[in-house]
């Protein structure tokens, strides 16, 4: 029942992520109290396979999935999660003020995800997190997921540095 | 050209830049698409300082790097780079003849760190930002 639940939300995740049409009722089939004026960002999760210890990888992200749900709730947000490969894309459902507090609540979300993948499990070394700005229309999770990918692509050549930031 | 290892980028503050909100004139360099204006303007702005470092193996970009961010102020500036005084004003005398005696001028500094940044961006392997290399 909740491997269903996981594999039906993923596919929704995936639909979206990949800019496909995706109904509203599809998304509030597998996220319960999903409205279309909820804002969302897009967080990215890119972690790096182990070189050994490699078997239970697949095991290993829906963990660090479940996880990664578990702490976005805990801040009083939807979300729809995507793992694959080497990264764990999360689409963030929130209510959005006018006084952008939600960079504040995705600051703290992104400091314990720092906790869980790096400290428990991959340290410090392999993992980086990329964040989307906000948008509304679900049409423009793909474009969010390109974000949080540019925001690891300066992260991976290292040029997030003070200038003009 | 092999680009020189950044010497003055903070890897803990740079871990903390996370939100594409925040990555400022990025945003604009990463549009996606193969721009070859781009392309043309690093080396219009910086083709004498790396030719220069190309044939005398010398790091001149490297100096005007850290000297631009640190806003032109010579002491930090040769702390960062860990060479004395003298030497960076021997290299600053060197990247004025290459650039021209106004390169600290407002519009020319600005013009000069975008086209850094975008070097940087190109001389990662990647001339244009290819989203296909990251799909899930």
Not at chain 1, 136 to 143: G, H, L, S
Not at chain 2, 7 to 30: A, E, M
Request: net charge positive.
């Amino acid at each position: 029942m909740e491997e269903n639940k996981r594999v039906a939300e993923e596919e929704v995740a995936r639909k979206l992520l990949a800019g496909k049409d995706c109904e509203q009722a599809e998304i509030k089939a597998v996220l319960p109290g999903y409205s279309a004026n909820l804002h969302f960002r897009v967080i990215l999760l890119k972690v790096t396979k182990p070189q050994s210890g490699t078997k239970d990888w697949e095991e290993t992200l829906l963990q660090l999935s479940a996880m990664m749900k578990n702490r976005i709730k805990k801040k009083g947000m939807l979300s729809l999660i995507s793992a694959a490969k080497d990264e764990i894309a999360a689409i963030c459902f929130f209510k959005k003020d006018e006084h952008n507090h939600d960079l504040a609540t995705f600051s703290d979300i992104h400091q314990s995800l720092v906790q869980l993948s790096i400290k428990d499990r991959y340290n410090g070394k392999h993992t980086m997190t990329g964040i989307s700005k906000a948008y509304k229309n679900t049409a423009d999770v793909c474009q969010a997921y390109d974000d949080a990918k540019k925001v690891i692509f300066l992260q991976q050549i290292n040029l997030l540095q003070e200038i003009f930031l | 050209m092999m680009r020189k290892k950044s010497s003055f980028c903070n890897r803990s503050t740079c871990f903390k830049k996370f939100f594409y909100d925040k990555i400022g004139i990025y945003q604009i360099l990463l549009l996606g698409e193969k721009n070859e204006y781009v392309e043309t303007f690093i080396y219009d702005q910086l083709g004498p300082v790396l030719e220069y470092d190309a044939k005398m193996n010398a790091s001149l970009l490297t100096t005007l790097e850290v000297y631009l961010k640190n806003r032109g102020r010579k002491k930090e500036t040769a702390n960062e780079l860990f060479i004395v005084r003298q030497t960076l004003y021997h290299r600053l005398e060197k990247i004025e003849e290459l650039l021209g005696y106004q390169f600290m001028e407002p519009a020319r500094r600005l013009a000069l760190e975008t086209a850094i940044l975008a070097y940087h961006i190109y001389q990662s392997g990647h001339t244009h930002f290819n989203l296909e290399d990251y799909q899930l």
